[in-house]
T-cell receptor, first 113, second 110 residues
Framework: QQQVKQSPQSLIVQKGGISIINCAYE??????FPWYQQFPGKGPALLIA?????SEKKEGRFTISFNKSAKQFSLHIMDSQPGDSATYFC????????????FGAGTRLFVKA | SQTIHQWPATLVQPVGSPLSLECTVE??????LYWYRQAAGRGLQLLFY??????ISSEVPQNLSASRPQDRQFILSSKKLLLSDSGFYLC?????????FGPGTRLTVL
């Protein structure tokens, strides 16, 4: 019940296209859902986050869509660029896990020029 | 602003040798601290977390240990490294919800 399931495992998108990464969770006590971006050899960086009281949050080309009833959330990268090529992790926090962040397995995104 | 440091950046150690990785956080007080390991091309495995000085919780039984001698210092240690200890070690801190990662240490055990 503490898991966060992420898909797809890898994704290839043409430059200018939309990249979509999906995550699902079971624990309804989770109350904070961040996305992290990781470039090779670097630590993950917080990209954008959402709380379950809103259905969408947008920051520049990055948008989180949140469906509380379905217990799913997704990251949309509009106008994908080669510089967006990285590994993306969804995560969830709160509930009985307390201060632990539960991470998805990650999605390797490659944006073709 | 808050900053998190890890050193060394890379490390090559023989099997059976000891290990000490250090992490320090600046610009915040009483952070929650975490050690993660990431195998090549894989996800993040939580190893240890700490909510205060001397308070360490272990997530995965192994030959690694952690200590928090000061509020903003977190140390990962081993008495004898195994080949399977190779990986990318990440320190992280959090205050409330947001969690921030350090630059990582690439450990290769030969």
């Amino acid at each position: 019940q503490q898991q966060v399931k992420q898909s797809p495992q890898s994704l290839i998108v043409q430059k200018g296209g939309i990249s979509i990464i999906n995550c699902a969770y079971e624990n309804t006590a989770f109350d904070y859902f961040p996305w992290y971006q990781q470039f090779p050899g670097k630590g993950p960086a917080l990209l954008i986050a959402i709380r379950p009281d809103v259905s969408e949050k947008k920051e520049g080309r990055f948008t989180i869509s949140f469906n509380k009833s379905a217990k799913q959330f997704s990251l949309h990268i509009m106008d994908s660029q080669p510089g967006d090529s990285a590994t993306y992790f969804c995560a969830a926090r709160g509930g009985t896990g307390g201060f632990k962040t539960i991470f998805g397995a990650g999605t390797r995104l490659f944006v073709k020029a | 602003s808050q900053t998190i440091h890890q050193w060394p950046a890379t490390l090559v150690q023989p099997v059976g040798s000891p290990l000490s990785l250090e992490c320090t956080v600046e610009g915040t007080s009483n952070p929650n601290l975490y050690w993660y390991r990431q195998a090549a091309g894989r996800g993040l495995q939580l190893l240890f977390y700490s909510v205060g000085i001397g308070q360490i919780s272990s997530e995965v039984p192994q030959n690694l240990s952690a200590s928090r001698p000061q509020d903003r210092q977190f140390i990962l240690s081993s008495k004898k490294l195994l080949l399977s200890d190779s990986g990318f070690y990440l320190c992280a801190w959090s205050a409330i919800d947001e969690q921030f990662f350090g630059p990582g240490t690439r450990l290769t055990v030969l």
